[in-house]
């Protein structure tokens, strides 16, 4: 298993501006994964992160609006870019050990105003 | 493409009246099926990976079991704290990246 750690835990914010959100994993992980869940609603696959090689975005998610980095194997960051209202929702990173399951952090609550 | 459907969307539950939560999913080759649990204000947690068709895994009041189209996850004897939302999520063989496709969700409610 692995345990995952996120910062901020919650953050409300201005349109226009950015936030970066940081995790921390407690052990190496090949894989780690950023999700955005709107309330009410299932988890929504923003991007997977390869330490060593550019992050892979799902249909909808771009790098220019979410840049993704993953300096080594334990930690990723997520920025938020140019926010609007729309953006606001739960942001959840998750880590692969290895087998398969994912472990994931408790979640970002942002809110953008 | 693959996809996963949970039922039914939310639960009520009197305490000790056991239930069962389902989820359907079609994908080009299973690697694996996880069920979550998901607390308000909370990230999911992890509760169970299946396999193949005809395995079971439990864990206390928790059992899975998996199909060739779905999985079960049944709830015996319920209590209070077992309320949540139960996530179920599939992984096929022709997925990149380790990624896992999430289902809706069923909200439990157990009342005491």
């Known amino acids: 298993s692995a345990v995952i750690s996120q910062k901020p835990s919650r953050d409300i914010c201005q349109r226009g501006t950015s936030l970066t959100i940081q995790c921390q994993v407690d052990?190496?992980?090949?894989?780690m994964f950023w999700y955005r869940q709107q309330p009410g609603q299932s988890l929504t696959l923003i991007a997977t992160?390869?330490?060593?090689?550019?992050?892979?975005?799902e249909s909808g998610f771009v790098i220019d609006k979410f840049p993704i980095s993953r300096p080594n194997l334990t930690f990723s960051t997520l920025t938020v870019s140019n926010m609007s209202p729309e953006d606001s929702s739960i942001y959840l990173c998750?880590?692969?050990?290895?087998?398969?399951?994912?472990?994931f952090g408790p979640g970002t609550r942002l809110t953008v105003l | 493409e693959d996809q996963v459907t949970q039922s039914p969307e939310a639960l009520r539950l009197q305490e000790g009246e056991s239930s069962s939560l389902n989820c359907s999913y079609t994908?080009?080759?299973?690697?694996?099926l996880f069920w979550y649990r998901q607390d308000p204000g909370k990230g999911p947690e992890f509760l169970f990976t299946l396999y193949s068709a005809g395995e079971e895994k439990e864990k206390e009041r928790l059992k899975a079991t998996l199909t060739k189209k779905e999985s079960f996850l049944h709830i015996t004897a319920p209590k209070p704290e077992d309320s949540a939302t139960y996530l179920c999520a599939v992984q096929g063989v022709k997925t990149s990246y380790d990624k896992v496709i999430f289902g809706p969700g069923t909200s439990l409610s157990v009342i005491p």
């Open positions: 992160a390869n330490q060593g090689s550019e992050a892979t975005y």
């Open positions: 998750s880590g692969d050990p290895g087998g398969n399951e994912q472990f």
């Open positions: 052990s190496q992980v090949t894989m």
């Open positions: 994908v080009s080759g299973l690697r694996g």
